[in-house]
Structures are given as C-alpha cells and as structure tokens.
C-alpha cells in the first residue's frame, strides 16, 4: 500500500528561517490514551507516542522519501506512532544548501522534532477537552463521538500570521504532579544516525521554539495542525470547534537544560525519549559529512553520547557487509556502551550492506525496527537475538538469512502486526522516490 502522509507541510527552520518540508504519518489508531489515574479535581493523565526519523546524506541524493526511512516510518506508524519526517536544507523540495559542518542539519533536525513535539501537546490539551479518559465525557462543548476522519493528506502552508490566535475557550490543564506523558523516539539513517547522536534533550528541543525568531511560526503551525486533527477526530472524539479553544500556556525557561526539563514539566508533560540508529556512520566518514561532527568531536562528546544511549532505550542496526562504516568498528563502538544497566542494545545483520539492497535483508530491519518500537512502548527494555553461533544479551549477531528470518518473524508477531515476506524496494533499482514499500 503507498505509504501516503496525514499531513505536509513547511516549517521554518530554527537555524536561520529556511523553509524545510515536513509529512505527518498519523494512523488512525493513535489517539491519546489515559495513562494512570486521575488526581482529586484533575482529568487522567494521558499519553500519545511520537517518532521522528532523518534521512540520508542530501548531496547523495538522500531525503524523506529514502526507502529504508519510508520502512521505519511504516513501523513506528503501524505500531501507534505518529510520525514526522522532513527533508534537510538541500535535500529536495527544501531551501537552501547542504552545510559542510552539519550545524545548520543539527538545528533543521531540532525545528523538526520540535514542531512534532507541539503538536502532540497540543493534541493531548485538546483530548482533554474532549474528556478523553473521563467517565462523565467531555469538558468542552462542541465535541462528538465520532469515527477518525480517513480523509486525503492535507498540505498546510506556511501561516501568514505567526501568533499564536487569540481563543475564547481556555483549555483544561494537566497537572504539574501527574503529567502527561510523550515517548519520543529520535531515530536517523545513515547521516540522519550522525545528526540523532548530537540533538539536545526532548525537553530542550520543545523549549528552542520560544527562542529565536521563526519559534512563534513554528509553533503556528503545529497548532494549526492539531486543530485540523481535532475536527478530524485524532484526539479521540471530534472537535469540530478546535480553533476556537485558546492554545495552552508557553513554558517559562532559560537556556539550561535542566531548566528547560523543568519548565516543560511545570506545563504537565513529560517525554521519554529513545534513540533509533540505522547504519550509522562512524570515524573517518562522519568527518567527510560533517566536519565538526568527525574524529575530535565525537572523541571529546563520547562520554556523554554513550551516557545518553545507555539511560534511555537505544537500539543501533547495522549491516555486517556495510560499505561506509566497517562493521568491526560498529562492533567496537557498540561494546563500549552495552553493558550491565545499560538499555543500549546493537544488531548486526550479515549480508547487508548500508543501503539495504541485499536479498531478504529490508525484511529482517523491519522485523528487528518494529518489534523494538514494540518493546519500547510497552515499556520493555531488553531485545534478545539469538542466531546461530551468535552472541547473546542485550544486542546479538545473526547468522544465517534463515536464523534471521526466524528472529524477524518472532518479533514481529510478538508486536502483533502482520509479517510480509521480506524483499527489496524498486526504486533501489531505479531514481524514483520510494512512495511505496513493496513486500515481495
């Protein structure tokens, strides 16, 4: 089936304002849902999962229509996340040009997550007034039980008016002692790996929307997209007068991190984040894409990546025949964060290489991505794989395609979506984009 989005749409990029095109996968399934009980005078806590993944190298001709990026999406997507993704500076259809430091990608990754962010909090704020998680109904008037709208994608232009509008209806807010909580996967391909190892924490990605210049239409437009969700239903029942609710409180921060998870608790959210990390890129190529980003950067921040990767669920895929990063060098990398407590988990899948390409091996990926997306949002920290004289733990070495495929099958039908026989995306074979994922 094409691989079609809710939404797409432009947004500014923190950077410097460049417009950068963006989708929204949204399936119908993920809705905000209670996630504990409520405190005395206070609706339940709810929860929403969002994912955002970066594609390839722009200057190689990589951007969002990417085959591998189009099969995570499928799987975050099919497993009740709403997904983002967008296309660098450079990369078609967005402005500009490729930096040589990768800063500039840096900053449109982090406008990008940052706008999803908004988005899902506006959407749970919303379904609060929706009365999703009450037993007396709704909070607001104007709302329906209603059916999710299957309606066509949506384009959404740039707003002429950044600022946030004026509504009459106040919305009903989480409280600071039970929040609302957003698993957050950050997820990369290739480059888009190289860009994920260096993002700010979820909280200080929400927070850099209130800072430079182009914030307010950013925010703009995640708020413009959430009221168009509501009237459709995604909040869980349909509100057709959304734009009429006045958008939720702005967190009060400074420049510092832990302020910036201070702040955005203090609004009643919390995010989980975990970190997908598809063939990534290691010393000496990494130098080549993003000169900060090379040997001495990532020597001097590996203490503190490793940290990040290891506290949260974090899981790295990798060919054993990948032709830009040696796989001894992944191998090497990988070792130095697993480890006892560590929630970092490593897969290699011999045979395939960094695109993917090789008979079968689209299949296993997308078996290995969905059953940890799986695991992540139900809270499970510890992937097994087990191959045949392969090594055991937290992260695994899979020999033989057969080996493979039977993990890939077992992971898949424990996250209870349909498995389909692996196979390799026509467009590898050709220049088009990867508007659909073939199964066969």
């Not at 020597?299 to 001894?328: C, I, M, N, W, Y």
């Not at 992944?330 to 045979?351: L, N």
Request: charged content about 15%; glycine content about 12%.
């Amino acid at each position: 089936m094409p691989l079609s989005p809710t939404f797409s749409f432009a947004i500014p990029s923190l950077h410097d304002g460049l417009p950068l095109d963006c989708r929204i996968f949204h399936p119908p399934s993920a809705t905000p849902r209670p996630s504990g009980p409520p405190l005395p005078g206070h609706a339940p806590p709810l929860s929403l999962p969002i994912a955002i993944i970066a594609h390839p190298y722009a200057p190689l001709g990589g951007n969002y229509d990417d085959p591998i990026v189009c099969a995570a999406v499928r799987e975050a997507r099919d497993r009740g996340c709403v997904v983002g993704t967008f296309n660098f500076r450079g990369a078609p259809s967005s402005k500009g040009r490729s930096s040589w430091t990768g800063r500039a990608e840096c900053d449109d990754y982090v406008s990008a997550a940052s706008c999803l962010a908004h988005y899902a909090y506006f959407i749970l704020q919303l379904a609060r007034a929706a009365g999703v998680g009450c037993e007396d109904g709704a909070l607001a008037a104007g709302v329906a039980d209603m059916s999710l709208d299957g309606s066509a994608a949506s384009s959404i232009p740039l707003p002429t008016q950044a600022v946030l509008p004026e509504g009459t209806i106040p919305l009903p807010a989480p409280s600071p002692d039970n929040p609302d909580t957003v698993p957050f996967i950050l997820a990369g391909y290739s480059y888009g790996s190289l860009i994920t190892t260096h993002l700010p924490t979820p909280a200080a990605i929400f927070t850099r929307a209130y800072g430079p210049a182009s914030g307010p239409a950013l925010r703009r437009v995640a708020w413009d997209l959430a009221v168009v969700s509501a009237a459709r239903g995604h909040t869980g029942r349909a509100i057709p007068n959304a734009a009429s609710f006045r958008p939720p409180p702005r967190p009060v921060y400074t420049s510092s991190h832990n302020t910036a998870e201070l702040a955005v608790t203090q609004i009643g959210l919390v995010f989980q984040p975990a970190y997908l990390l598809l063939s990534p890129l290691l010393a000496p190529v990494s130098t080549f894409t993003a000169i900060p980003f090379g040997t001495q950067a990532l020597q001097r921040e590996k203490g503190a990546l490793a940290k990040q990767l290891a506290e949260h669920p974090s899981l790295a895929v990798f060919g054993g025949e990948d032709g830009f990063t040696a796989a001894r060098k992944v191998r090497a990398w990988a070792a130095g964060i697993e480890g006892p407590g560590s929630r970092f988990k490593a897969v290699e899948v011999p045979g395939a290489g960094h695109f993917w390409r090789e008979n079968g091996v689209l299949g296993v990926l997308r078996g290995v991505v969905g059953g940890w997306i799986a695991g992540v949002l139900q809270g499970e920290t510890v992937l097994e794989v087990r191959g045949a004289g392969g090594r055991e733990g937290n992260g695994g070495v899979m020999d033989g395609l057969g080996d493979r495929m039977q993990v890939a099958e077992a992971l898949v039908t424990m996250s209870g979506v349909e498995s389909t026989a692996p196979g390799r995306c026509p467009s590898r074979d050709g220049a088009g984009p990867c508007t659909e994922l073939h199964s066969g």
